[in-house]
């Protein structure tokens, strides 16, 4: 029997066999078992859809809730790892300078969705792509709300497929203290410590600090594209070399009414994963270095029973270090000659907002709120020094000082948000809200939400939903035109000055979605969700020309042209798809789910419909864990099913498919053997399965396919102590 087939024996088994027994025993109180992951799911509130607390349920929004508990059992150390295994998320690992590249129910873009801590967002203010790879911890985090859909209406601009608003624990004993190390494959480190404490009543503190280092996947031999590192020459070495060197920082004191936060991101991992080799060289100098720091003091007031106000002021601080770069061959003399085209970025911005909810007095059954938010953004988009020399020099010392001179961009913005939530009857929930942004770059804008929720029996609940988001041009958008496939740029000033009519317009978004949540007591819950998204104006990168002049290699006596690559709005498109989950909790020590997702994404071409890359239009997750096992053992197993992916590349992929995949991962934890010490391993692509995810970009001037870790392992020790 093939290890797959006996895999699913066991399991299938297993779940025989446990509801059978439990479906006999008569004597079960469901209702004491309030310690259930599935319990604890529909129990919970989430707080990132309104910025208010509400039930998730009867929210106007898609959620998917991680909790704390979830994050433990399944050996969740980064948002990169829960958002694997997260419904409808299409992933390609190891994606250059992005960490991972997402696609969050067939919309693409790690530039799409905001990341919140606390309702804070920690996305470039630039509108540049998110990095995420090791570098956001989930260590510190209560919970986890996974929203879907567009979410303008609370959060303005890029808003657009979604928000991960990442919810930090609060303070509730007198002291917590946690500390944690692992090793594993590819010489990766991990190291954690946590400290929370109650001075008193009225002054709490907490502190996390996540430190990641790893030398990263080695792929030479895997795929004979990468033989070609074998013949570097010196000073390259003949290495496969893109290390990850990665750090969280979480800070947090709480007096009364009043919070004082810092968060910081460092991500600095390999820059040339997913490229062409004959262009880019993957040593460890080819990388993506950049610093994420947030301030913010929040006010939070509950003005009688059913009021509250609640104001912000946040400073942020994005950085990317004068190393970062791509390192190159030169065109034409591969192997033969490299060149360092360095990156800059900075991103300083001042954000407040102003947020006032209520349940009026006498109908309670309504309620609102309101906020107005402003924002002042000064910028450098991340390729400036090609902007202002025509050269890749480094952004540093009198170069910087003229960069920042000649291309420092700023913005403003403010807003206005209003959403009204009404009870007309016991089992029906109503709401509309309204959003209006105005910006000096992309001037105004208005993005509605409607929902409709009924609970017809006390167990099933019906939600119908309308919502729409925008997305103005970033500097990202704007200022990265290339003018060849290798080497260099062309400004937005050089093509407006050679094309007038080339501008970008605002991207939009408008989804519509039906879900129905049925439980069977506290045993069964069933979801299903059916959605249709409508893009409109996406921007993409596209070659436009097949001859940019090339400003760095031209000279006086020869002049060099290449493919010219820029972003344009390149039309529609139309994504529907299908979500459905199952979830069943038999006894307090074990729960499971199964999941299936079906997309079908696909943009109005001049030539006919085309098919969005890097989407699997049939996916299927597995996942149980088993409590208390002899006492002592925790067991979480995840599985997926990866149908055939959407590959633009015909040359490789004839079909436009791309094979799909299967991988499990195993976690394992034991608890209560010698305290206060827990020990954990984790255990990836047990069957050390051969896979690989969609390339970058066009999947043509990048390689078509980005090979995967085979089987890794790592292991671990957990120290807490406290007193309540």
Same mark, same amino acid.
């Given at each position: 029997?093939?290890?797959?087939?006996?895999?699913?024996?066991?399991?299938?088994?297993?779940?025989? @066999?446990?509801?059978?027994?439990?479906?006999?025993?008569?004597?079960?109180? $469901?209702?004491?078992?309030?310690?259930? *992951?599935?319990?604890?799911?529909?129990?919970?509130?989430?707080?990132?859809?309104?910025?208010?607390?509400?039930?998730?349920?009867?929210?106007?929004?898609?959620?998917?809730?991680?909790?704390?508990?979830?994050?433990?059992?399944?050996?969740?150390?980064?948002?990169?790892?829960?958002?694997?295994?997260?419904?409808?998320?299409?992933?390609?690992?190891?994606?250059?300078?992005?960490?991972?590249?997402?696609?969050?129910?067939?919309?693409?873009?790690?530039?799409?969705?905001?990341?919140?801590?606390?309702?804070?967002?920690?996305?470039?203010?630039?509108?540049?792509?998110?990095?995420?790879?090791?570098?956001?911890?989930?260590?510190?985090?209560?919970? +986890?709300?996974?929203?879907?859909?567009?979410?303008?209406?609370?959060?303005?601009?890029?808003?657009?497929?979604?928000?991960?608003?990442?919810?930090?624990?609060?303070?509730?004993?007198?002291?917590? /203290?946690?500390?944690?190390?692992?090793?594993?494959?590819?010489?990766?480190?991990?190291?954690?410590?946590?400290?929370?404490?109650?001075?008193?009543?009225?002054?709490?503190?907490?502190?996390?600090?996540? @430190?990641?280092?790893?030398?990263?996947?080695?792929?030479?031999?895997?795929?004979?594209?990468?033989?070609?590192?074998?013949?570097?020459? $010196?000073?390259?070495?003949?290495?496969?070399?893109?290390?990850?060197?990665?750090?969280?920082?979480?800070?947090?004191?709480?007096?009364?009414?009043?919070?004082?936060? @810092?968060?910081?991101?460092?991500?600095?991992?390999?820059?040339?994963?997913?490229?062409?080799?004959?262009?880019?060289?993957?040593?460890?100098?080819?990388?993506?270095?950049?610093?994420?720091?947030?301030?913010?003091?929040?006010?939070?007031?509950?003005?009688?029973?059913?009021?509250?106000?609640?104001?912000?002021?946040?400073?942020?601080?994005?950085?990317?270090?004068?190393?970062?770069?791509?390192?190159?061959?030169?065109?034409?003399?591969?192997?033969?000659?490299?060149?360092?085209?360095?990156?800059?970025?900075?991103?300083?911005?001042?954000?407040?907002?102003?947020?006032?909810?209520?349940?009026?007095?006498?109908?309670?059954?309504?309620?609102?709120?309101?906020?107005?938010?402003?924002?002042?953004?000064?910028?450098?988009?991340? $390729?400036?020094? &090609?902007?202002?020399?025509?050269?890749?020099?480094?952004?540093?010392?009198?170069?910087?000082?003229?960069?920042?001179?000649?291309?420092?961009? +700023?913005?403003?913005?403010?807003?206005?948000?209003?959403?009204?939530?009404?009870? *007309?009857?016991?089992?029906?929930?109503?709401?509309?809200?309204?959003?209006?942004?105005?910006?000096?770059?992309?001037?105004e804008t208005f993005n509605p939400r409607m929902s409709f929720v009924y609970t017809p029996y006390k167990n099933t609940v019906l939600k119908?939903?309308?919502?729409?988001?925008?997305?103005?041009?970033?500097?990202?958008?704007?200022?990265?035109?290339?003018?060849?496939?290798?080497?260099?740029?062309?400004?937005?000033?050089?093509?407006?000055?050679?094309?007038?009519?080339?501008?970008?317009?605002?991207? =939009?978004?408008?989804?519509?979605?039906?879900?129905?949540?049925?439980?069977?007591?506290?045993?069964?819950?069933?979801?299903?969700?059916?959605?249709?998204?409508?893009?409109?104006?996406?921007?993409?990168?596209?070659?436009?020309?097949? #001859?940019?002049?090339?400003?760095?290699?031209?000279?006086?006596?020869?002049?060099?042209?290449?493919?010219?690559?820029?972003?344009?709005?390149?039309?529609?498109?139309?994504? #529907?798809?299908?979500?459905?989950?199952?979830? +069943?909790?038999?006894?307090?020590?074990?729960?499971?789910?199964?999941? $299936?997702?079906?997309?079908?994404?696909?943009?109005?071409?001049?030539?006919?419909?085309?098919?969005?890359?890097?989407?699997?239009?049939?996916?299927?997750?597995?996942?149980?864990?088993?409590?208390?096992?002899?006492?002592?053992?925790?067991?979480?197993?995840?599985?997926?099913?990866?149908? =055939? /992916?959407?590959?633009?590349?015909?040359?490789?992929? *004839?079909?436009?498919?791309?094979?799909?995949?299967?991988?499990?991962? +195993?976690?394992?934890?034991?608890?209560?053997?010698?305290?206060?010490?827990?020990?954990?391993?984790?255990?990836?692509?047990?069957?050390?399965?051969?896979?690989?995810?969609?390339?970058?970009?066009?999947?043509?001037?990048?390689?078509?396919?980005? *090979?995967? &870790?085979?089987?890794?392992?790592?292991?671990?020790?957990?120290?807490?102590?406290?007193?309540?």
């Open positions: 029997m093939k290890p797959l087939y006996f895999v699913f024996f066991l399991v299938i088994a297993f779940l025989t @066999y446990n509801i059978q027994c439990f479906a006999q025993n008569d004597s079960i109180n $469901y209702d004491s078992l309030a310690t259930l *992951p599935l319990k604890d799911i529909l129990e919970l509130n989430v707080k990132g859809v309104s910025k208010y607390e509400e039930a998730s349920e009867k929210s106007p929004a898609s959620v998917i809730i991680i909790t704390e508990s979830q994050i433990k059992e399944n050996a969740y150390q980064d948002l990169s790892d829960v958002l694997k295994n997260v419904l409808a998320i299409d992933i390609v690992d190891n994606a250059r300078g992005f960490g991972e590249f997402y696609i969050l129910r067939g919309i693409e873009g790690n530039d799409r969705f905001l990341v919140t801590i606390d309702g804070q967002k920690i996305n470039p203010v630039s509108g540049t792509f998110l990095s995420i790879g090791n570098s956001i911890s989930v260590k510190f985090a209560e919970r +986890i709300e996974i929203i879907f859909g567009p979410s303008s209406v609370m959060y303005g601009a890029d808003a657009f497929s979604g928000i991960i608003n990442i919810v930090s624990k609060d303070v509730e004993n007198k002291y917590t /203290i946690s500390a944690n190390t692992d090793y594993g494959s590819m010489n990766t480190i991990n190291g954690e410590i946590a400290a929370q404490f109650k001075i008193n009543k009225n002054l709490s503190f907490s502190g996390y600090a996540r @430190y990641f280092q790893s030398d990263g996947s080695d792929l030479v031999g895997r795929d004979s594209v990468y033989d070609i590192i074998n013949q570097y020459k $010196y000073p390259q070495r003949n290495k496969f070399e893109q290390p990850i060197n990665d750090h969280t920082v979480l800070l947090k004191t709480k007096y009364k009414d009043f919070t004082l936060s @810092y968060f910081r991101q460092h991500f600095n991992e390999g820059n040339a994963l997913g490229m062409t080799l004959n262009s880019y060289i993957y040593n460890r100098e080819n990388k993506w270095d950049l610093d994420n720091n947030l301030v913010w003091l929040n006010y939070h007031n509950q003005i009688g029973e059913f009021r509250n106000l609640s104001f912000n002021i946040a400073l942020v601080n994005q950085s990317i270090n004068p190393e970062t770069q791509f390192y190159k061959w030169y065109r034409g003399e591969i192997l033969e000659q490299d060149f360092s085209q360095y990156m800059t970025g900075l991103d300083n911005a001042l954000r407040g907002d102003l947020t006032f909810n209520t349940r009026l007095l006498k109908q309670k059954n309504l309620k609102l709120i309101a906020g107005i938010e402003y924002e002042f953004i000064k910028s450098i988009p991340p $390729y400036a020094n &090609d902007q202002v020399f025509a050269r890749p020099d480094k952004f540093e010392g009198e170069t910087a000082e003229i960069i920042k001179n000649e291309l420092c961009i +700023i913005e403003k913005r403010v807003a206005g948000f209003a959403q009204i939530s009404y009870s *007309p009857v016991k089992k029906m929930d109503v709401v509309f809200g309204g959003r209006y942004d105005y910006s000096i770059r992309y001037k119908l939903m309308y919502g729409t988001a925008f997305q103005a041009p970033s500097l990202f958008y704007q200022y990265e035109q290339w003018g060849a496939a290798t080497a260099v740029m062309l400004s937005a000033h050089e093509i407006n000055a050679t094309e007038p009519g080339w501008k970008l317009q605002n991207q =939009k978004v408008k989804t519509s979605e039906l879900a129905i949540s049925h439980r069977v007591g506290d045993i069964i819950v069933f979801n299903l969700a059916v959605f249709h998204s409508h893009l409109t104006n996406l921007i993409e990168r596209v070659v436009y020309t097949d #001859s940019a002049y090339n400003k760095y290699f031209s000279t006086s006596d020869s002049v060099f042209y290449s493919p010219g690559i820029r972003n344009e709005g390149v039309g529609n498109q139309h994504i #529907s798809g299908v979500d459905f989950k199952s979830e +069943i909790s038999l006894k307090k020590d074990f729960y499971a789910y199964v999941s $299936y997702s079906y997309i079908d994404a696909f943009a109005d071409k001049e030539t006919g419909k085309e098919n969005i890359p890097r989407i699997a239009k049939h996916k299927t997750w597995f996942g149980l864990i088993y409590r208390n096992l002899f006492n002592h053992l925790n067991i979480s197993t995840q599985a997926k099913w990866i149908g =055939k /992916i959407n590959n633009r590349n015909e040359l490789a992929f *004839p079909s436009g498919k791309q094979p799909g995949y299967f991988n499990m991962d +195993i976690s394992l934890r034991v608890t209560n053997f010698i305290k206060p010490l827990i020990f954990y391993v984790k255990l990836e692509n047990i069957f050390n399965n051969e896979y690989n995810h969609g390339g970058l970009l066009d999947q043509v001037v990048y390689l078509p396919t980005i *090979p995967q &870790d085979g089987f890794t392992i790592r292991a671990g020790i957990e120290f807490i102590i406290n007193k309540k």
